[in-house]
């Protein structure tokens, strides 16, 4: 039994934060409320966690939104950065029943992981970042659940569209497990 982490797995927490770096930096669309994107981050974050699990989603979350608000702000907004690793958790374990390396990204878990990654950006950004805003940084309550309702709504949107689409075509790109046979 091993312990720790593969290498497969560290490069991909390097390179996921990397990549989550560049897009929370480059790729986001503004909604009009203060500090309140559209994030092309999280469907790219729902596909590497599906792919290599919870811890590494966490992380890949944690470390990328850290460096993003680093190099955007100056400094990290941890309430959200928190949450960010929170929802990698649980996109990862949203798809532990998913096996996109073996081309298995049907119907049923399409609608399995949007359901459980609805709940957890309502979870996350409604209830959790907001409250974290208010005892941290003492943020005025109105605009921080304000901030957190839309921010859930676009997250869950972008996930399930661009999430859905990324993990589909990265399944369409894999073998089916048994599609091969021996001539």
């Avoid at 699990?53 to 959200?80: C, E, M, N, Q």
Wanted: aromatic share 10%.
């Amino acid at each position: 039994m091993s312990k720790g982490f593969s290498v497969k797995t560290v490069v991909a927490i390097g390179i996921g934060a990397a990549v989550y770096v560049i897009l929370g930096r480059f790729v986001t669309i503004p909604t009009g409320i203060p500090n309140t994107n559209i994030q092309t981050t999280y469907p790219f974050l729902a596909l590497m966690a599906v792919l290599f699990g919870p811890v590494a989603g966490g992380l890949i979350a944690l470390i990328g939104h850290a460096l993003t608000d680093f190099t955007t702000y100056g400094a990290p907004w941890w309430s959200w950065v928190i949450c960010s690793g929170i929802l990698g958790v649980i996109f990862g374990l949203a798809g532990r029943k998913i096996d996109l390396a073996h081309g298995v990204f049907e119907k049923k878990q399409i609608i399995s992981f949007n359901i459980a990654q609805i709940l957890g950006n309502l979870l996350v950004w409604i209830l959790i970042a907001p409250t974290l805003d208010i005892w941290i940084y003492s943020e005025p309550a109105n605009k921080v659940y304000t901030q957190g309702v839309i921010s859930a709504l676009v997250n869950a949107l972008s996930v399930a569209i661009i999430g859905t689409i990324l993990m589909k075509a990265y399944a369409a790109t894999q073998t089916k497990q048994g599609s091969l046979r021996k001539d």
